[in-house]
């Protein structure tokens, strides 16, 4: 059980703690801990010693929570106890039936006291030079002492003075109380809180009460004349005095009470399940009227274990949450101070320019007063590191609430900050607005032109008016998979409003131009397809003669000869010419069925034209190469026609 154990240096900083703590800002933190399940918890004046039983070790962390060392082989080791001086730490192994004492500078054991086959201690306490502990299991449980003031430290059970336990007690003693142990038989409804005389090596009881039994943890008050009891059902811990064990006050909380711990100041700190999600840490800064309530966790808080310490000075709480694999240590730095909680409501959207209304609420255990002053930021794209709105006065109610007319468009965001003062934590939140922006003109030339293979193409695009930003880029995405979207002129418009860039055309593409907006201008985008021919060009071979006849151009073949076309075409994988050739007869030409060639890798296709060339003696004929957008194989180009070639034969 945690007993509290300082020496007068660490009561001195706890008496000079409340000045120093209203000046440090808010902040607390969680440190993740390698703890099975909760376990006992104690501090000196640099570490916090945890019990692990399941793991069978006691993790050490610094005053930061941070993990600085492990004592392992430590069977199912149950509760913590420290030397008046924090050189020792004591600890109860349940697994071993024994006491061990760890040297807390090496963190290795220094000394083992067996208690007995079958006797599994599971509390103990320091008292005067000797080790009083609590054992064994439901009605065969009982109190033994270790004497460590004799040159050979010996072990004693069965020293319950006549009382019958249910369950092992949980023990508290106080070095400012001599001679006093109190235990608290926990483990039935009708236990009493027994408080013993240990003044010598033989307990007597001085008074005994029963205070509902089911006791969950317990803490003396700094001079150890009082106890304060986290019982079961009441909902409230309660503080007896041990003289008597009458009852001087209790400490009102939301839910059922696990453990609690006292700071050498008396400032009372607990936990509670918190089945509602409403609080689980409690500290009755101001005494039992007006606690300070937090919310450290959103699960249930730790049970059965002494699961919260103060640091050895009483100016930090740390308590264990989240159980389990996500164990962690939430240090809390001004437990004193209130908890505040700030709330800021901003409308979802506005236009820019217009006045638009911000309330919020600041709410704590201790309200705060009207005209408290609210530090007010406005964040937005002309100020994105924050530009100062002043002070803003805290309203009745802990309600506030301020207009503003934001110059600037986009997301503007708000920040409320409460910078806190002696009695209250700080606290800061902030909310966004969609302030509208203008739709600027933007336009870029030549959509839906086709160009010949190769042309360089002057694109024009066009801004109109904005705020600030003049800068427009322009991308140019060629069709075809293997080339890339690509960025080819970043720049700002001229005094026209224009930015321009000439490509070279060789396949069809998309060019657009991008404005990424400012502050009272939205972004904006516009596109423009164009097209590019292939280049196409058809020779032929094998005539005799070209003879300039009937208006064009003819190849002369002789009947024995096959004229042999050649066709040179801009190469893309798997490209084909449409091959067409038709007859002339009586004033019109009549075609054929046409037929696709592959191009080689060159880009080359040759086709020689079989046959019966004797019939074909005195017909003209005609022949044409072309590339048809996505019946050639691909869809990269603009449909493109070569130029026809005229030829007929002769005998």
């Known amino acids: 059980m945690r007993k509290r154990s300082l020496t007068a240096a660490a009561i001195l900083a706890a008496l000079i703690g409340p000045t120093a703590l209203a000046v440090p800002s808010y902040a607390d933190t969680d440190r993740p801990i390698p703890l099975s399940d909760a376990g006992d918890t104690v501090a000196d004046g640099h570490h916090l010693y945890l019990a692990d039983r399941y793991q069978h070790q006691v993790v050490v962390t610094d005053t930061t929570g941070k993990v600085t060392g492990r004592i392992p082989g430590l069977p199912q080791v149950r509760d913590l106890e420290l030397s008046p001086d924090g050189a020792t730490l004591y600890a109860a192994l349940?697994?071993?039936?024994?006491?061990?004492?760890?040297?807390?500078?090496?963190?290795?054991?220094?000394?083992?006291?067996?208690?007995?086959?079958?006797?599994?201690?599971?509390?103990?306490?320091?008292?005067?030079?000797?080790?009083?502990?609590?054992?064994?299991?439901?009605?065969?449980?009982?109190?033994?002492?270790?004497?460590?003031?004799?040159?050979?430290?010996?072990?004693?059970?069965?020293?319950?003075?006549?009382?019958?336990?249910?369950?092992?007690?949980?023990?508290?003693?106080?070095?400012?109380?001599?001679?006093?142990?109190?235990?608290?038989?926990?483990?039935?409804?009708?236990?009493?809180?027994?408080?013993?005389?240990?003044?010598?090596?033989?307990?007597?009881?001085?008074?005994?009460?029963?205070k509902g039994g089911f006791y969950k943890d317990a803490a003396l008050t700094p001079d150890g004349q009082d106890i304060v009891v986290a019982g079961p059902g009441t909902r409230a811990l309660t503080e007896y005095r041990l003289s008597d064990l009458a009852e001087v006050r209790t400490y009102p909380v939301k839910d059922q009470p696990e453990t609690v711990s006292i700071a050498p100041d008396g400032t009372v700190a607990a936990t509670v399940l918190d089945t509602d999600d409403i609080g689980d840490t409690y500290v009755f800064t101001n005494g039992p009227a007006r606690p300070s309530v937090r919310n450290v966790s959103h699960d249930w808080m730790p049970w059965g274990a002494h699961a919260i310490s103060w640091s050895a000075d009483g100016a930090k709480l740390f308590v264990q949450k989240d159980?389990?694999?996500?164990?962690?240590?939430?240090?809390?730095?001004?437990?004193?101070?209130?908890?505040?909680?700030?709330?800021?409501?901003?409308?979802?959207?506005?236009?820019?320019?217009?006045?638009?209304?911000?309330?919020?609420?600041?709410?704590?255990?201790?309200?705060?007063?009207?005209?408290?002053?609210?530090?007010?930021?406005?964040?937005d794209m002309e100020s994105p590191d924050g530009k100062s709105l002043g002070t803003k006065p805290l309203g009745t109610g802990g309600t506030f609430a301020f207009t503003d007319s934001p110059p600037s468009g986009g997301r503007v965001t708000y920040t409320v900050t409460y910078e806190g003062d002696a009695a209250h934590t700080g606290a800061k939140a902030a909310d966004s607005v969609a302030v509208s922006r203008a739709k600027p003109s933007l336009t870029i030339n030549n959509n839906g032109k086709v160009y010949a293979y190769g042309k360089d193409v002057k694109f024009t695009a066009h801004l109109g008016t904005t705020y600030k930003n003049r800068t427009v880029e322009i991308w140019a995405d060629p069709f075809g998979s293997d080339k890339p979207n690509k960025r080819v002129k970043t720049g700002k418009v001229d005094s026209?409003?224009?930015?321009?860039?000439?490509?070279?055309?060789?396949?069809?593409?998309?060019?657009?131009?991008?404005?990424?907006?400012?502050?009272?201008?939205?972004?904006?985008?516009?596109?423009?397809?164009?097209?590019?021919?292939?280049?196409?060009?058809?020779?032929?071979?094998?005539?005799?003669?070209t003879k300039s006849v009937w208006n064009h151009t003819y190849y002369f073949f002789h009947k024995t000869k096959n004229p042999l076309i050649a066709t040179k075409m801009s190469y893309y994988w798997g490209r084909a010419q449409k091959f067409e050739y038709q007859v002339y007869y009586q004033g019109r030409w009549y075609p054929g069925d046409p037929a696709y060639f592959k191009l080689g890798s060159d880009g080359v296709s040759r086709v020689s034209i079989t046959g019966d060339h004797g019939q074909d003696v005195g017909w003209r004929f005609r022949v044409r190469s072309s590339y048809i957008n996505g019946s050639s194989g691909d869809s990269v180009n603009s449909t493109t026609h070569g130029a026809w070639k005229y030829f007929t034969f002769t005998k």
């Open 94 to 210: 349940y697994g071993a039936d024994k006491i061990v004492a760890i040297d807390t500078t090496r963190l290795t054991v220094t000394a083992e006291y067996p208690t007995g086959a079958g006797t599994a201690p599971s509390s103990v306490a320091y008292a005067d030079g000797r080790l009083w502990f609590g054992y064994g299991d439901q009605w065969e449980s009982g109190l033994g002492v270790v004497d460590l003031t004799t040159e050979t430290p010996t072990v004693t059970l069965d020293l319950a003075g006549g009382h019958d336990f249910a369950g092992p007690p949980k023990l508290y003693t106080d070095p400012d109380n001599p001679g006093t142990l109190v235990a608290l038989d926990a483990s039935i409804s009708s236990g009493p809180v027994v408080v013993y005389d240990v003044s010598t090596a033989t307990p007597a009881i001085r008074v005994s009460a029963d």
């Open 323 to 379: 159980p389990g694999s996500s164990a962690k240590l939430h240090r809390i730095d001004r437990p004193r101070a209130y908890e505040t909680k700030l709330t800021v409501d901003a409308p979802a959207s506005a236009p820019r320019a217009k006045s638009l209304k911000v309330t919020g609420k600041l709410t704590s255990g201790l309200a705060l007063p009207a005209g408290t002053p609210l530090k007010v930021t406005r964040t």
């Open 496 to 545: 026209h409003g224009n930015l321009s860039v000439t490509l070279d055309l060789k396949r069809d593409a998309k060019v657009t131009a991008k404005f990424s907006g400012d502050s009272r201008y939205t972004s904006a985008s516009a596109a423009s397809t164009v097209g590019a021919k292939v280049s196409v060009s058809t020779s032929v071979g094998n005539h005799y003669k």
